[in-house]
């Protein structure tokens, strides 16, 4: 070797501690190629073998832990890899964990598909080193991996059982054996022996789609090592009975569910299948007995995944699109024949191409159905999206989130009754309570100053209200909470929690969660328990249970003691409602376009109310017949439609994913040294008061104590951040938010949507790829890098100017008001001192232009105030950012809002016109609206209409 310089590779940047199982993989794998790279070169070239052989010895056995969960490439083929490690032939090492680890990090491994090749006896000797193609995975060949691709979809079926690994290969070879080419699928299967190692291989392994549980298992796994600790406390929390045998089968059934509720659970018993079946509920899909007949467990797996598959939409309008269709009625567009014909309009057909022309119909009828009134295709669709978000039933909307929050409110909201909603809600619930003539009482969200923006309602607030609401005389006429949960910034509600204590004061409150950005949660085991349906069905079945009935009898013979005339009463301890009183009415939006994959604007409804089809139903079809369209666009249901089936599918793999990169994202910024000059991240500790987080977490990752656990804040806190929402303070840059979002945008091609007065906030979602995290990285690190160079070389006066643009960003910040109050001209019942207002009558006043006059920000209108003279607004007053009112029709304007008017410096007011200024009622129309205010008590109608 004298011929050659010793090896010397490039130093790799050392790897934090990772932040799941996952990351610990990927990253291992990666490592693992660089360090049998260097040990090939070392062993062409000379050098010292030590450090690499060290560094393959220990990631070697780094995955001798993790591959055990996964089929490919596996444990053989791993312990293939350590033969050759033992044998020193690193140029084939090197070879075949190039091959493996491209394999993983592409996931080429899941579409390139068995041709028949290759038999599983074949892998089996393979992996036992009798042949070159042993780090292949068994559907794999070598006639051309990438001509010889199967898009077929694949995934893995875990088999829980104490066997040893001669039975686990029979049985395995006994099920790939029974494959075909023409099953529409292809699968692998993987093993677990013990309850916990079950648990730990359904959170790791995401290719998981069907489980398969024998009745003999241990409960405790052999796998020490740390990273699966979260998992294993993930299921611990569920807490697991300690029960034997079969119990134990039934019992890891209850918590895979849990878990992961899209799983096909399948069981085989010794036991006589009559003794078992009828135990199983709705957690396993069938039982077999002993497992006499692979083919029907074969055809049993497929068949589960087939039903999650089906789009009963999408397909109906793909085989619509392919008939030779005359159309005699609307959409000159359909079929593409108006751009086709055209001269001047081609270039349309050409960049969307024909598909989308040949979907494209008015007709309801040929295998497609009516949104407005679905019985086919369409009711099927929404039925199966109910079954994926937990709902009893749901409902797709084709214009938006807005649409469907104007739909809710009208179905369930009368004209007076009183709904309490966060001030800082989207102004879609202010226009739809405008439209059902409801009172809105406008709870205030805890406000976070250093950062210009507004968290969530504390739920002493909203119980405070109830209170107010009850000593009036008035608990009878609330009828709605409308709460967004997760904000635009990530803070998270409690729905369980705050639905249990709201339950206690009225017992028939009925729940709008507004989760237009929180639609992917119901797809990862612990953002999902913050979910509305989730809460909904938990308090189902935890009022129907005899051990909440104690609790709940053992609570209020406790509480019966207290003074119930004093708030402390009910505001210092965790109420418990009446199970027998309590009705669950629990309705949810969401914005599927923006968390999930659809079309923009489509969103969906789920309903989980108990009396949905007593007292609910009707109206709600009036009010969705009132805001949908007759026309509807097909695209965006089918596009609802496929993303259902893709989270069914691979919702788990894919929402983990995104919160593994905003977690990446976070220490990237922390280790960056020019980025963190200038950037930082906001922490829950930053967003959520102490007195909010009981759990004490403070941080998601800090550079210097590693990764937090955030299970336990998600299952306990009163608040939790969502961990997909990366919001980075930016006013050391001397650079506001909104200049800075056009800067990313212009400058540098990346596109954020949130700002405020001092920060940006990025959104990882399941689109997204460590690619887009890299480049982001990367030009945040040279925006910092900018501002270090344009800074040593700035003059004095340079300087200052940029000093005095970080003060006015991190100190000189604009109060944050909260909402006023109404104006007694436009309370119906003033002289009780409650806080509703009738936003419509204000509203509709404002269309008589005689009754307005307008006044500018600034001298114009201090003065006006200055004189004593109180001002109510006319209009609604929506500064972009934060994005929602803060000025409804009727409030009177306060200085506190006015100085945030002036603070904000922002280019975009929506309801004001800078050449006008604040539209506001005279004084003559505030007397008149006084003068005619006669309190009429506003029929308080029952659920028949009485």
């Known amino acids: 070797m004298s011929g050659f310089a010793a090896y010397s590779p490039t130093p790799r940047r050392p790897r934090p501690h990772q932040y799941d199982a996952a990351q610990l993989r990927r990253d291992t794998w990666n490592d693992l190629q660089y360090h049998t790279n260097w040990l090939r070169e070392i062993a062409q070239q000379g050098g010292a073998f030590e450090e690499p052989r060290a560094a393959v010895a220990e990631e070697l056995e780094t995955l001798r832990h993790l591959e055990v969960f996964w089929a490919y490439p596996g444990p053989e083929a791993l312990?293939?890899?350590?033969?050759?490690?033992?044998?020193?032939?690193?140029?084939?090492?090197?070879q075949q964990v190039k091959d493996i680890t491209r394999m993983l990090i592409s996931d080429a491994y899941r579409t390139i598909g068995l041709r028949g090749e290759e038999s599983s006896q074949d892998s089996r000797r393979a992996a036992h080193g009798q042949n070159q193609r042993d780090h292949r995975h068994p559907h794999h060949t070598d006639s051309g991996m990438d001509r010889n691709a199967d898009q077929r979809p694949y995934f893995e079926v875990l088999f829980v059982d104490d066997i040893d690994e001669e039975e686990h290969e029979q049985l395995r070879e006994a099920l790939l054996d029974l494959r075909r080419d023409e099953d529409e699928f292809i699968y692998d299967v993987v093993f677990a022996r013990s309850f916990e190692d079950a648990a730990i291989a359904i959170l790791f392994n995401h290719t998981i789609q069907s489980c398969v549980f024998r009745y003999n298992l241990r409960f405790r796994t052999q796998n020490e090592h740390s990273i699966f600790q979260r998992y294993l406390d993930m299921m611990r929390s569920e807490k697991p009975a300690r029960v034997y045998g079969m119990e134990r089968t039934l019992e890891l059934g209850r918590i895979s569910k849990i878990l992961r509720p899209e799983l096909?659970?399948?069981?085989?018993?010794?036991?006589?299948?009559?003794?078992v079946a009828g135990r199983l509920g709705h957690t396993f899909r069938r039982v077999f007995y002993r497992l006499d007949n692979y083919l029907e467990l074969h055809l049993s797996i497929l068949k589960g995944i087939r039903s999650r598959y089906e789009t009963p939409f999408f397909d109906a309008l793909r085989k619509y699109a392919q008939r030779p269709t005359g159309v005699f009625h609307a959409l000159p567009i359909a079929r593409g024949k108006s751009i086709t014909n055209s001269h001047w309009a081609k270039d349309m057909g050409k960049f969307y191409g024909p598909n989308i022309f040949l979907a494209e119909t008015s007709a309801t009828s040929g295998g497609l159905d009516s949104l407005l009134q679905p019985h086919g295709a369409i009711k099927r669709a929404q039925d199966l999206a109910a079954r994926a978000f937990g709902a009893q039933r749901t409902y797709f909307a084709t214009n938006g989130t807005s649409t469907a929050n104007k739909i809710v409110v009208q179905a369930l909201v009368r004209p007076g009754d009183i709904v309490l909603v966060a001030h800082d809600c989207h102004k879609s619930h202010h226009y739809a309570m405008v439209l059902a003539g409801s009172y809105p009482v406008y709870l205030d969200a805890y406000p976070l100053t250093e950062y210009t923006m507004y968290g969530a309602v504390p739920l002493r607030e909203i119980k405070h209200q109830l209170l107010e609401l009850k000593r009036a005389g008035k608990l009878d006429r609330v009828r709605m909470l409308l709460l967004t949960n997760c904000t635009f910034d990530g803070i998270t509600y409690h729905p369980e929690k705050i639905m249990r204590e709201v339950l206690a004061i009225k017992p028939d409150m009925i729940f709008l969660w507004d989760e237009a950005w929180f639609g992917f949660a119901a797809f990862n085991p612990t953002l999902?328990?913050?979910?509305?349906?989730?809460?909904?069905?938990?308090?189902?079945?935890?009022?129907?249970?005899?051990?909440?009935?104690?609790?709940?009898?053992?609570?209020?013979?406790?509480?019966?003691?207290?003074?119930?005339?004093?708030?402390?009463?009910?505001?210092?301890?965790t109420l418990m409602p009446d199970p027998d009183r309590?009705?669950?009415?629990?309705?949810?939006?969401?914005?599927?376009?923006?968390?999930?994959t659809a079309l923009r604007q489509g969103s969906m409804m789920h309903v989980h109310d108990q009396d949905f089809e007593q007292h609910a139903r009707d109206a709600f079809n009036e009010a969705f017949m009132t805001h949908t369209s007759t026309s509807p666009n097909y695209q965006i249901i089918a596009s609802l439609d496929v993303g259902r089936r893709q989270v069914e599918l691979e919702g788990y793999e894919m929402v983990q994913k995104s919160i593994s990169l905003a977690m990446t994202m976070r220490e990237r910024i922390y280790s960056h040294p020019t980025i963190k000059a200038c950037f930082s991240v906001l922490r829950p500790a930053d967003l959520i008061p102490e007195e909010y987080r009981p759990s004490g977490l403070e941080f998601y990752y800090d550079p210097d104590q590693g990764w937090a656990r955030m299970e336990e804040a998600w299952r306990n806190d009163e608040f939790a951040l969502d961990p997909t929402r990366v919001t980075v303070h930016v006013g050391r840059t001397g650079i506001d938010g909104d200049t800075l979002r056009h800067l990313l945008m212009d400058q540098h091609d990346i596109q954020i949507n949130k700002t405020s007065r001092n920060s940006v906030l990025f959104l990882t979602n399941i689109g997204m790829s460590r690619g887009d995290v890299a480049h982001l990285i990367e030009v945040l690190g040279r925006i910092g890098q900018e501002i270090e160079d344009r800074l040593a070389s700035s003059s004095d006066i340079d300087r200052r100017l940029y000093d005095r643009k970080v003060t006015s960003l991190t100190q000189e910040l604009p109060p944050l008001p909260n909402f006023s109050f109404f104006h007694p001209a436009f309370k119906p019942a003033p002289e009780t001192g409650t806080a509703e207002g009738d936003i419509r009558r204000a509203f509709f006043m404002s269309y008589d232009v005689n009754l307005l006059e307008h006044f500018k920000l600034g001298a114009e209108i201090d003065a006006v105030l200055s004189s004593g003279r109180e001002l109510v607004s006319a209009a609604f007053i929506t500064p972009y950012p934060p994005g929602f009112p803060v000025l409804v029709p009727g409030q009177v304007i306060t200085r506190d809002i006015l100085d945030y008017l002036l603070a904000?410096?922002?280019?975009?007011?929506?309801?004001?016109?800078p050449e006008y200024g604040l539209r506001v009622f005279t004084e003559e129309a505030i007397d008149q609206a006084q003068t005619t205010l006669i309190e009429q008590p506003v029929p308080h109608l029952t659920e028949t209409g009485e």
Not at 264 to 275: G, H, K, N
Not at 583 to 588: N, T
């Open 528 to 573: 999902r328990m913050r979910t509305g349906m989730y809460a909904a069905k938990k308090l189902r079945e935890d009022f129907k249970s005899e051990s909440y009935r104690a609790k709940y009898r053992a609570w209020r013979e406790s509480f019966d003691k207290l003074d119930p005339e004093d708030d402390a009463t009910w505001l210092d301890q």
């Open 582 to 596: 309590a009705r669950v009415r629990v309705y949810a939006t969401q914005s599927t376009h923006k968390t999930l």
């Open 264 to 275: 096909d659970l399948f069981v085989v018993t010794d036991s006589a299948v009559e003794d």
């Open 79 to 94: 312990g293939q890899l350590n033969r050759l490690f033992d044998r020193n032939q690193y140029e084939a090492l090197a």
């Open 904 to 913: 904000v410096d922002v280019k975009e007011i929506h309801g004001y016109k």
